[in-house]
């Protein structure tokens, strides 16, 4: 085994340069990561598209490189106290259930790749225009972020029904209960989707509840890890009763492309203090839509 040489993956028959996955999932993630998605809705196309690996098989594997990947972000958040761990916590126990009802959907529903294909674009579409309309939210455009440049997190209140927190001299409310009911929704498509769902609740909670970019990315980042294992788990356990359809991750692939993204979330979470938000959001919209339409233009032509 060469990494100068195409290698062909047996699970899902990619034949490719044992390079060419890491390279990507780094320069992908290194960018996302700052806004607290692992990149994994930009790597599923390229999958599709680009290596050719359109079997249910794609989600898991896309949900493995989630695994591995995401620690380099946490970590680093962690680092630098901006991980909020009640957000977090409430992300993870309404996405868990949801995986499990996302895998079902996949398999019984959505097993064809055309059928898939439309249905990733209406996801990225979703994605693309919660991004664009973050881009309203107050604050000046041109700066990392608001405030004195503190950009610790104090947790003021996480009690039911509501969780408060100051960031950069400004307070930030969001209830737990709606965010319960939003990461459940999430779990559900981002388990069909095979991204662990970070790049959907992500825009939202910037975009709807107001909360600034650089304190969500943590703990989005963390829901991501969680619905990502439960994910694999499902479709690990699921295989041996769909004997007709490849369900199983490709496991070197999709540690390949962890191997990049692990490096790509670290440098991105520590480069994030130096990205004005605005400017983030605007391109990962204009990204995603690009690739919505050149799905749906696929599809329809």
């Known amino acids: 085994m060469s990494f100068l040489e195409p290698f062909t993956f047996p699970v899902s028959g990619v034949h490719t340069w044992l390079w060419l996955p890491p390279l990507v999932a780094f320069c992908v993630s290194v960018f996302t990561s700052t806004a607290g998605i692992t990149g994994a809705f930009l790597l599923l196309p ?6 050719g690996f359109a079997s249910p098989a794609v989600s898991a594997t896309n949900l493995v490189y989630n695994i591995i990947s995401t620690p380099g972000g946490i970590f680093r958040f962690l680092r630098e106290k901006r991980l909020i761990w009640p957000l977090a916590g409430v992300v993870v126990l309404g996405t868990l259930p949801g995986v499990v009802i996302g895998g079902l959907v996949r398999l019984h529903w959505l ?102 970019i650089h304190t969500i990315a943590g703990a989005t980042l963390v829901g991501t890890f969680a619905s990502s294992v439960a994910g694999v788990l499902f479709y690990a356990l699921a295989a041996p009763f769909y004997p007709g359809l490849v369900i199983t991750p490709d496991w070197l692939l999709g540690a390949l492309f962890g191997l990049g993204g692990l490096a790509g979330t670290y440098l991105g979470a520590r480069m994030q203090r130096r990205i004005p938000a605005s400017r983030l959001k605007l391109l990962l919209g204009l990204i995603v839509f690009a690739v919505a339409l050149k799905y749906l233009a696929g599809a329809f032509g």
């Open 46 to 51: 390229f999958q599709i598209s680009v290596l």
């Open 111 to 212: 097993p064809d790749p055309g059928r898939f294909r439309v249905f990733v674009a209406c996801v990225m579409l979703y994605i693309g225009a919660r991004l664009m309309m973050g881009l309203r939210r107050r604050g000046a455009p041109g700066r990392p972020a608001g405030g004195n440049g503190d950009f610790n997190v104090e947790l003021l209140c996480a009690a039911w029904p509501r969780l408060s927190y100051r960031f950069q001299e400004e307070e930030y409310h969001c209830g737990f209960r709606s965010l319960f009911l939003l990461s459940f929704v999430v779990g559900i498509v981002g388990s069909i989707y095979g991204i662990g769902g970070g790049a959907i609740i992500a825009p939202f909670l910037v975009s709807f509840y107001r909360l600034p």
